[in-house]
Nanobody
Framework: QVQLVESGGGLVQAGGSLRLSCAASGRTVSSYVTGWFRQAPGKEREFVASISRSGGNTYYADSVKGRFTISRELAKNTVYLQMNSLKPEDTAVYYC????????????????????WGQGTQVTVSS
């Protein structure tokens, strides 16, 4: 079992930054792939970024590439999503998820992977 708790969301102006945290318990973050996803009102869930078990591989959606960075801190068993140059279209509830399948496998699954999920944190970007 993995328990995930997101935090760090809030209201920010366009062009601003936020850092989301995904604090894990139950298993160490190095034992599974961690992903960030988002869902805006009336839209389907969208993949944002992921990081491999080793932390050596990351993968981003084209819409956030160059603006968002996923990272982790083993000592805190936490995965982060640094979001810079935020746009109004980044407004959504952001979720982190853990998956025990291989990194390369889940990348081919779009937004349909994730064995365990957090409760989500709201990010609102004003124009």
């Amino acid at each position: 079992q993995v328990q995930l708790v997101e935090s760090g969301g809030g209201l920010v102006q366009a062009g601003g930054s936020l850092r989301l945290s995904c604090a894990a318990s139950g298993r160490t973050v190095s034992s599974y792939v961690t992903g960030w996803f988002r869902q805006a009102p009336g839209k389907e869930r969208e993949f944002v970024a992921s990081i491999s078990r080793s932390g050596g591989n990351t993968y981003y959606a084209d819409s956030v590439k160059g603006r968002f960075t996923i990272s982790r801190e083993l000592a805190k068993n936490t995965v982060y999503l640094q979001m810079n140059s935020l746009k109004p279209e980044d407004t959504a509830v952001y979720y982190c998820a853990a998956d025990f399948r291989p990194f390369n496998m889940v990348q081919a699954m779009g937004a349909t992977w994730g064995d365990y999920w957090g409760q989500g944190t709201q990010v609102t970007v004003s124009s």
